[in-house]
């Protein structure tokens, strides 16, 4: 196993507590990528599961600056691209391979407060839908990982917010059902139920939808 993160730090202790290599990584290079994926195979061989999970939740409305509309950009969605560009042909060589992408249940619903947020995660299922499309045929495995909200650093000093609406979830509870969505093969692995059922209403009838978003939104 092989771990990898902007904390290099935070990947070494990861990496100690399971028995892995690490290596301080910056997802919005494309070049830092290929040498962790050059790493990964010198020392472990073939990449069978590849799990892009970096995420920031940068910017809010509007008037969000463009300088923080791409890093953004850049961490939420072009690090999977750089991260697939490379391992995609390379898996479909060596007969298969998995892709675990990380979005949010704000990449299939929308995030009340933050465009950025809620745009480059809808990018980034988009971009895991169109992958498995086009190489599910050739041995490429996609799932995308949308959860609400779940008890990390990202959301510390913001539990009360309308992302927690359904309660915040353990993130133990989160890997297994990563285990379970991967088990199964299952494309979108949703770790809060309520997720499917509120895409279905969206799929369904989306002028009530936004209209029901809207009443959320006032009350937060
Ligand atoms: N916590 C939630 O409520 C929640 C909900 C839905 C989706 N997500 C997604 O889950 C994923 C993991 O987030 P988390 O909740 O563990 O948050 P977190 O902030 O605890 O962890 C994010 C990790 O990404 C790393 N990272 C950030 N920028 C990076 C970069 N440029 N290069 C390499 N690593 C970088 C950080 O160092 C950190 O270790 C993210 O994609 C996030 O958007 C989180």
Same mark, same amino acid.
């Given at each position: 196993?092989?771990?990898a993160?902007?904390?290099?730090?935070?990947?070494? &202790?990861?990496?100690?507590?399971?028995?892995?290599?690490?290596?301080?990584v910056d997802v919005r290079h494309e070049a830092d990528i290929v040498n962790f994926i050059? &790493?990964?195979?010198?020392?472990?061989?073939?990449?069978?599961?590849f799990?892009s999970?970096a995420?920031?939740?940068?910017?809010?409305?509007?008037?969000?600056?463009?300088?923080?509309?791409?890093?953004?950009?850049e961490v939420n969605l072009m690090a999977h691209v750089y991260a697939a560009r490379h391992l995609v042909?390379?898996?479909?060589?060596?007969?298969?391979?998995?892709l675990?992408n990380?979005? $949010?249940?704000?990449?299939?619903?929308?995030?009340?407060?933050?465009?950025? %947020?809620?745009?480059? /995660? #809808?990018?980034?299922?988009?971009l &895991?839908?169109?992958?498995?499309?086009?190489?599910? #045929?050739?041995?490429?495995? !996609?799932? !995308?990982?949308?959860?609400?909200?779940?008890?990390?650093?990202?959301?510390?000093? $913001?539990?009360?917010?309308?992302? $927690?609406? =359904?309660?915040?979830?353990?993130?133990?509870?989160?890997?297994?059902?990563?285990?379970?969505?991967?088990? $199964?093969?299952?494309?979108?692995?949703?770790? #809060?139920?309520?997720? &499917?059922?509120?895409?279905?209403? /969206?799929?369904? =009838?989306? =002028?009530?939808?936004?209209?029901?978003?809207?009443?959320?939104?006032?009350? %937060?």
């Open positions: 196993m092989a771990i993160d902007l904390n290099g730090d935070g990947a070494a &202790a990861v990496a100690k507590e399971i028995g892995g290599s690490f290596m301080r050059a &790493a990964t195979e010198r020392d472990h061989g073939a990449i069978d599961l799990c999970n995420g920031i939740g940068v910017g809010r409305g509007l008037d969000t600056p463009d300088e923080v509309w791409q890093t953004i950009w042909p390379r898996m479909i060589e060596g007969g298969g391979g998995y675990l990380t979005a $949010s249940a704000a990449g299939l619903l929308s995030q009340i407060g933050s465009a950025t %947020y809620a745009v480059t /995660k #809808h990018a980034a299922v988009s &895991a839908e169109w992958i498995a499309i086009m190489h599910g #045929h050739q041995g490429i495995k !996609v799932s !995308v990982l949308c959860p609400q909200a779940v008890r990390t650093d990202m959301i510390a000093g $913001s539990e009360g917010d309308v992302a $927690s609406v =359904d309660g915040i979830m353990e993130p133990e509870q989160v890997a297994d059902a990563v285990i379970k969505g991967l088990e $199964s093969e299952k494309f979108l692995i949703l770790p #809060h139920p309520e997720v &499917a059922e509120y895409l279905m209403r /969206k799929a369904t =009838d989306r =002028d009530r939808w936004i209209a029901g978003m809207n009443r959320l939104r006032q009350r %937060y």
